[in-house]
């Protein structure tokens, strides 16, 4: 038995060393010269799913553009590495092309653009980061194809593709075209930031399956969520509590399904420092 775990260890040893790493190291992030992340650490790989939770002002979303980039959300300590490199003051565009994904919470409208044609200039600079504008376009008949094959994949409708960018969309038809995107880019690291906002239980279980469609050894997920019902379809490793701009916890599934089933006031109660902070940053959402 000890050979076998002995092997079982070495085979994840070797899996993690060939896997990239997203590294989030002592972060700190303020908004309007207002301090919200507190030095945050973690480590995700691909192929792993974390969740991140924590109540309103907790710093979740701000983690979520300080990752992908988002100008108005200033790192004034800290470093966010990819396979080592820093990217810390690099551009939204060049994180991008590096392997970050953000889902977001509230999509953007783009009246008279249609979604194929986001999408394909999308992959176009991912795939061919050095290409100029106008030049070195995915070739239309190969992209056709491979849109066609996600979205049937996604039990999505191929004229989906044909209407404006989420221009007239339902909510969830806007975190369906998220999801789309995703599977187009194919991000070593993909951050959805409460992706279930706002939905109904068909809608959350319809982006769900397609998450879970595309999860697996080429991707590390970070869930940021309220709730536990995108994480049925999706169950993580490891689960991350924020609380007053600092993770103040990590387990694995059982703590997301303590947290739904139980709420917050036992973690407030044993970092009563974060939950102080917390509470001055939900006064100051609410003023």
Request: glycine fraction near 10%; aromatic fraction near 6%.
């Amino acid at each position: 038995m000890l050979s076998v775990w002995v092997g079982a260890q070495t085979s994840q040893g070797i899996a993690n060393a060939m896997s990239s790493l997203l590294k989030i190291t002592d972060l700190h992030v303020s908004v309007a010269d207002t301090p919200i992340l507190k030095g945050v650490n973690m480590e995700i790989r691909q192929g792993e799913i974390h969740a991140l939770m924590g109540p309103n002002g907790s710093g979740k979303s701000t983690l979520a553009y300080a990752l992908a980039g988002h100008p108005n959300y200033a790192i004034t300590a800290g470093s966010i590495e990819i396979d080592g490199v820093n990217i810390t003051e690099r551009a939204a565009n060049e994180r991008a092309r590096l392997g970050m994904f953000l889902a977001f919470q509230y999509p953007v409208v783009i009246p008279g653009v249609k979604v194929a044609d986001f999408i394909r200039h999308a992959v176009s600079n991912v795939r061919n980061p050095d290409r100029k504008e106008g030049e070195g376009l995915i070739g239309m008949r190969e992209f056709r194809k491979e849109i066609k094959a996600r979205m049937e994949e996604l039990g999505m409708d191929v004229e989906f593709a044909r209407r404006y960018l989420n221009d007239g969309f339902s909510g969830g038809e806007k975190k369906r075209m998220e999801i789309l995107q995703m599977a187009m880019l194919q991000p070593k690291f993909a951050i959805l930031d409460e992706t279930d906002s706002g939905l109904d239980s068909d809608a959350v279980r319809v982006v769900s399956e397609g998450l879970a469609k595309l999860s697996g050894p080429e991707m590390g997920v970070l869930i940021i969520t309220h709730h536990e019902r995108l994480l049925e379809f999706n169950p993580p490793q490891y689960t991350h509590v924020m609380l007053g701009g600092r993770i103040v916890e990590t387990g694995d599934a059982a703590l997301a399904h303590d947290l739904h089933a139980n709420g917050y006031a036992t973690v407030r109660e044993r970092h009563p420092e974060a939950a102080a902070d917390n509470a001055k940053a939900e006064e100051t959402a609410a003023v």
